[in-house]
Antibody, heavy 127, light 107 residues
Framework: EVQLLESGGGLVQPGGSLRLSCAAS????????MSWVRQAPGKGLEWVSV????????YYADSVKGRFTISRDNSKNTLYLQMNSLRAEDTAVYYC????????????????????WGQGTLVTVSS | DIQMTQSPSSLSASVGDRVTITCRAS??????LNWYQQKPGKAPNLLIY???SLQSGVPSRFSGSGSGTDFTLTISSLQPEDFTTYYC?????????FGQGTKVEIK
């Protein structure tokens, strides 16, 4: 069974940092792109970032570019999101998802959607 | 960046109704369009990918169509478990973007 399990969320002060993890199982992790999507309380979905299977290509939403870094450790089947200079508007549930359709080297374009998704981890940025 | 606009933002319908949700892209995205269903407190679930391909395990009452800039999600006969929120997403070019969502409510 394909599973994704996020961890690392919590309460952090504005300007602080947090690292989220997403442990994957049940599929060949290094063969797939992986993405982060967030959802602020009561709001819609916002795509955050994606990384290719090899880890060599990364892409970001403008709202997080320069502050967030996506990475992966294929030996540990784990995806990461390093979040720095956090702001109140970063408060959200963060989901990881398997980005099907990416090549091993690029995730600029994908025709197969996100499946599955993890259960999400809540990040709250507040003083 | 490509903007995705869903309409309507919400709708009221009854069990058994045929429902159509529209998603419009600000520029052509070919058929790089996905649809998700999200129930309260849960992660989204992929329904349709590549505009019209039904995800494995998704009931056949869900269907998608369109290409270029205009897309539709159709539920042929609404079931009680379908009253929830739906999102479109373009994966044609990064930054990948979602529509604002359509909430389907019970009339």
């Amino acid at each position: 069974e394909v599973q994704l399990l996020e961890s690392g969320g919590g309460l952090v002060q504005p300007g602080g940092s947090l690292r989220l993890s997403c442990a994957a199982s049940g599929f060949s992790f290094s063969s797939y792109g992986m993405s982060w999507v967030r959802q602020a309380p009561g709001k819609g979905l916002e795509w955050v970032s994606v990384i290719s299977g090899s880890g060599g290509s990364t892409y970001y939403a403008d709202s997080v570019k320069g502050r967030f870094t996506i990475s992966r450790d294929n030996s540990k089947n784990t995806l990461y999101l390093q979040m720095n200079s956090l702001r109140a508007e970063d408060t959200a549930v963060y989901y990881c998802a398997k980005a099907r359709g990416c090549s091993s080297t690029s995730c600029y374009r994908s025709k197969e959607g996100f499946d599955p998704w993890g259960q999400g981890t809540l990040v709250t940025v507040s003083s | 960046d490509i903007q995705m606009t869903q309409s309507p933002s919400s709708l009221s319908a009854s069990v058994g109704d045929r429902v159509t949700i529209t998603c419009r892209a600000s520029q052509s995205i070919s058929s790089y369009l996905n649809w998700y269903q999200q129930k309260p407190g849960k992660a989204p679930n992929l329904l349709i990918y590549a505009a019209s391909s039904l995800q494995s395990g998704v009931p056949s009452r869900f269907s998608g169509s369109g290409s270029g800039t205009d897309f539709t999600l159709t539920i042929s006969s609404l079931q009680p478990e379908d009253f929830t929120t739906y999102y479109c997403q373009q994966t044609y070019s990064t930054p990948w973007t979602f529509g604002q969502g359509t909430k389907v409510e019970i009339k």
